[in-house]
Structure formats: structure tokens, C-alpha cells
């Protein structure tokens, strides 16, 4: 069935560090999405992606769409300790019904 | 005011007990989700509502019943519960069926003994 398979499992940065993950599939996907989870709270949006090449921006974030659309990536700027937490990215299953996620990026930041 | 509200936040409960957990949107969407998060944090679509009705179940047990009173109400019910059940359970919503862009609520922390 299909996967995410994201990358890194878990960083650890210092603060004002820039930090790069990314999520990749063997399948093709239409929507990519990252979310950020909080400890002890659910998931929270933080950018979704329609178009393959489409780079989009969210204050410190930035995500792009694979053009193979196999592969997205987030990228967070100047982290700071609030940047803590697992970031995961979903795609829309085969049936366009549900998301699938991948298993996570935990990120830890030292001040 | 908060967007999907779940009730409770934690639920401690013997084997074989019955328990229901509630939830609650009210962003006007017309589909409702459950995911269940197992220990290692992966989360998995159980079901899908739009609109009162179902669209995904996925193979999850039938000991375990969703209930959509209305639109905005998505209620999860398990019976016999079982110590593979402990999970964190996410509500979550979307403007539509084929929308995306979800919103979760913070979790109901299952904890079966």
C-alpha cells in the first residue's frame, strides 16, 4: 500500500539553526500537507501543497511539492525552543478519501 | 472558542468495559474524522463522516462504532475494550470530503488496564 516514508527520524539543533526534513514515496501523490504536533495536543496544519514545484512559505516555513510528486520537503529557518515537536507530512490516499502520514520528525532544540 | 473539542482528555478503563468518547466541531464542516496514535506516534484514519455519513472505515474492529448524530457530533463507542486499544484518539474535521486541509482536536488519551 502506499507509505511516507519521512527523514530524519529525530533531530536535535541548537536554536538559530536552520533545520531541512523530508518526506518521500514510492507512489505519486496530488496533496502534500505538514503538520506539527505539540506534546499532549493534536496535530496542527501548517502548510498544504496542490501543485507539483509549488514552494510555499509560512513565516519561518517553507515546503515544496517533489516535481516527481514523490517527494516533499520542509524546511524551518532560525529555530527557536517553541519549534519543538514531531512535524509529520500526509498525502491523500489512492481513493482520495483519507490522508495517509508518514511517521514523523521529532525536533529538538537547545537554546 | 476551540475549533474540535473531544471529551474526555483521559480515559483509564478495565478490559472488557465499554466507553464512548465525544466529539464536537464547530467550524460549520461537513466531514469528521477518528485517527488512532499508537505509542510510536504513527496516526491512522479509522473513519470518515461527511455529512452524517459514513465514507471510510477502515479495517478496524467492529467492536468499535462511530455515531454522527449531526453534522457537527462524531462520537466513537467501543465495546470490550482491549489492552491493544491504549492509543491516543484524534477527532478531526474538513470543509468537505475531498478537502484535505484537517483539523484536529487534542486527543483522548486511552488508557485500558
Known amino acids: 500500500g502506499q507509505q511516507l516514508n519521512q527523514s530524519p527520524q529525530s533531530m536535535f539543533i541548537q536554536e538559530g539553526e536552520d533545520v531541512s526534513m523530508n518526506c518521500t514515496s514510492s507512489s505519486i501523490f496530488n496533496t502534500w500537507l505538514w503538520y506539527k504536533q505539540d506534546p499532549g495536543e493534536g496535530p496542527v496544519l501548517l502548510i498544504a501543497?496542490?501543485?507539483?514545484?509549488e514552494l510555499t512559505s509560512n513565516g519561518r516555513l517553507t515546503a515544496q511539492f517533489g516535481i516527481t510528486r514523490k517527494d516533499s520537503f520542509l524546511n524551518i529557518s532560525a529555530s527557536i525552543p517553541s519549534d519543538v515537536g514531531i512535524y509529520f507530512c500526509?498525502?491523500?490516499?489512492?481513493?482520495?478519501?483519507?490522508?495517509?502520514f508518514g511517521k514523523g520528525t521529532t525536533l529538538s532544540v537547545s537554546s | 472558542d476551540t475549533a474540535v473539542s473531544q471529551t474526555p482528555k483521559y480515559l483509564v478503563t478495565q478490559m472488557g468495559n465499554d466507553k464512548s468518547i465525544k466529539c464536537e466541531q464547530n467550524l460549520g464542516h461537513d466531514t469528521m474524522y477518528w485517527y488512532k496514535q499508537d505509542s510510536k506516534k504513527f496516526l491512522k484514519i479509522m473513519f470518515s463522516?461527511?455529512?452524517?455519513?459514513?465514507?471510510i472505515n477502515e479495517t478496524v474492529p467492529n467492536r468499535f462504532s462511530p455515531k454522527s448524530p449531526d453534522k457537527a457530533h462524531l462520537n466513537l463507542h467501543i465495546n470490550s475494550l482491549e489492552l491493544g486499544d491504549s492509543a491516543v484518539y484524534f477527532c478531526?474535521?474538513?470543509?468537505?470530503?475531498?478537502?484535505?486541509?484537517?483539523?484536529f482536536g487534542p486527543g483522548t488519551r486511552l488508557t485500558v488496564t
Open positions: 501543497l496542490y501543485k507539483a514545484g
Open positions: 463522516y461527511n455529512n452524517k455519513e459514513l465514507i
Open positions: 500526509a498525502g491523500e490516499n489512492q481513493a482520495g478519501t483519507a490522508l495517509i
Open positions: 478531526a474535521s474538513s470543509l468537505a470530503a475531498l478537502n484535505y486541509e484537517q483539523y
